[in-house]
């Protein structure tokens, strides 16, 4: 997804993985790092870090 069209293209997916995955906390996790490298890509630093910080939070909460 480097080439920016791939980047566009690939944002509504990753979104939508995202809300798919909601049930699987583990799947979830992993939908979500994969849209935050996205964001990133996109330059959208903002969005990607606040996407990684709830990850990383409910990663967290899952260890306990």
Request: proline share 5%; no cysteine; charged share 25%.
């Amino acid at each position: 997804f480097r080439r920016k069209g791939e980047i566009e293209a690939a944002l509504p997916d990753a979104r939508a993985a995202l809300e798919l995955l909601s049930p699987v906390p583990l799947d979830r996790i992993a939908a979500a790092a994969t849209l935050a490298a996205i964001l990133l890509a996109h330059g959208d630093r903002a969005e990607a870090l606040a996407v990684a910080e709830d990850a990383a939070a409910q990663h967290a909460e899952m260890r306990g």
